[in-house]
């Protein structure tokens, strides 16, 4: 039953509320493994379902284009001084809706149209919106690209800095959505300086590892910091911007009025829920169990032959190609969810395959974390992997079955927030 309650939809819209329960079963029975993916608290989740959602806000606290903001100005102003408190840092807007948004915010704040950004590549790691060309990043601006080193799998630094000082960006985007190494904050910086550029950490992935001092900071040697609330961090879907004092005004002014009218207050006040959680021990905890948790399931990987992109992880997350075990990402993705271990299927870096059939899988492990596993389970849940996608390659059907049934048998002794078996 999805937590809290929903008799209400149930009663008016039984067919929204059978949905919305078998997800939640869903959620539950899953070895969820996309590494952008959590659970949230049931504190987050109500936050997120209050009357907030009612009110409009355009403008920031002190200063809206709407009456009746009473409430709203310290409950925004409350998300912001959570955020500051816990990154360190100077400025946090917390309104943009989305990563990708909060990324744009940034190009209007720093670039025109036809200026040169440089971003990783998206099929190295980087995301749609640090420049890749399918995006109005790529389309509208003059993107560059850097990418990662062919023999090991990791940044270049030395090749980012050729790039540079070759193209001149206005604007440097260090951070990805594939990356499994640690990013190099300090040798990203001293990049962004030599060639007067504006230096954005997107932290989106790994924001709630560097909360729970799992993963180095940006604070001290970005400009801008953009990450999504939902990932790592475990917050509702949204995003934030964190400056220094020098960029507050030109990031507040491009989120609004530039992009966006009203913020949506019920998510801000879910960030603020999240936030205060991300400053707490047990979070900490958290962060580097996720960590600890990665790398043991990185070793049992590779000791079942499954070659990761970087030789294995630093942080959450695991790029792995299939190429030796003879299955393209996207069957063995399909294989795996069929088992009950849910992940995407991912190119890898220099991959020769397309990217909506491509050689990798990635994986994280921020939500089976919050759900309670341990190193302890990391080579049972690579051992399955194994046997999944061996199954899939002699069309097993009954064995990927079984491990589905182990998978659900595992995970009934784990609750799940959102969710108690009826
Ligand atoms: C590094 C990075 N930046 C930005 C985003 C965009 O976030 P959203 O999907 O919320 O627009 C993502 C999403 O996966 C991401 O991984």
């Avoid at 989740?45 to 709407?66: D, F, I, P, Q």
């Avoid at 030109?250 to 400053?279: C, M, S, W, Y």
């Avoid at 390659?393 to 659900?408: C, M, N, P, S």
Wanted: glycine residues 8%; negative net charge; contains cysteine.
């Amino acid at each position: 039953m999805h937590v809290p309650p929903i008799p209400h939809l149930t009663a008016e819209d039984p067919q929204l509320a059978t949905l919305i329960e078998a997800e939640a079963s869903r959620q539950h029975d899953k070895l969820r493994m996309i590494a952008s993916e959590n659970y949230v608290s049931e504190a987050v989740l109500e936050a997120s379902s209050t009357v907030l959602t009612n009110k409009y806000s355009e403008g920031y606290a002190g200063k809206r284009y709407y009456e009746g903001q009473q409430l709203i100005d310290p409950i925004e102003t409350l998300a912001i001084d959570r955020a500051k408190s816990l990154f360190g840092v100077d400025h946090a807007n917390v309104q943009p809706y989305s990563g990708s948004p909060a990324n744009l915010a940034v190009y209007l704040a720093f670039l025109q149209p036809g200026e040169t950004v440089m971003g990783m590549a998206l099929p190295m790691g980087g995301h749609l919106t640090h420049g890749w060309s399918v995006s109005a990043t790529g389309k509208w601006f003059n993107s560059v690209r850097y990418a990662v080193n062919r023999e090991t799998g990791r940044i270049d630094l030395d090749e980012v800095r050729d790039l540079a000082l070759a193209e001149r960006p206005k604007v440097i985007f260090c951070g990805g959505t594939a990356v499994p190494r640690t990013i190099d904050f300090p040798g990203f910086a001293a990049i962004a300086r030599e060639v007067g550029a504006v230096l954005v950490a997107d932290i989106a992935h790994i924001a709630g590892l560097i909360a729970g001092g799992a993963h180095p900071s940006p604070v001290g040697h970005a400009d801008v910091i953009t990450t999504t609330t939902h990932k790592t961090l475990r917050g509702p879907r949204g995003a934030m911007i964190m400056t220094t004092a020098e960029h507050a005004t030109a990031i507040d002014k491009a989120v609004f009025p530039g992009l966006q009218g009203g913020p949506h207050n019920h998510t801000t006040a879910a960030i603020a829920v999240a936030l205060r959680e991300a400053a707490t021990a047990d979070f900490r905890a958290y962060a580097h169990q996720v960590v600890a948790n990665a790398a043991a399931l990185a070793t049992a990987l590779t000791e079942h032959g499954f070659a990761l992109s970087s030789g294995g992880t630093d942080n959450h997350l695991i790029l792995a190609d299939l190429t030796s075990k003879g299955i393209a990402g996207k069957p063995a993705a399909q294989a795996l969810d069929r088992a009950g271990i849910e992940l995407n299927y991912n190119t890898v870096p220099y991959d020769t395959r397309k990217p909506f059939d491509p050689s990798g899988i990635r994986l994280g492990t921020a939500a089976l974390t919050t759900r309670g596993l341990t190193e302890q389970h990391m080579p049972q849940v690579a051992a399955w992997m194994d046997e999944t996608v061996t199954a899939a390659l002699k069309d097993d059907e009954a064995t990927i079955d079984r491990i589905a049934g182990e998978v659900r048998d595992l995970l009934a002794a784990f609750p799940m927030p959102g969710y108690r078996a009826a």
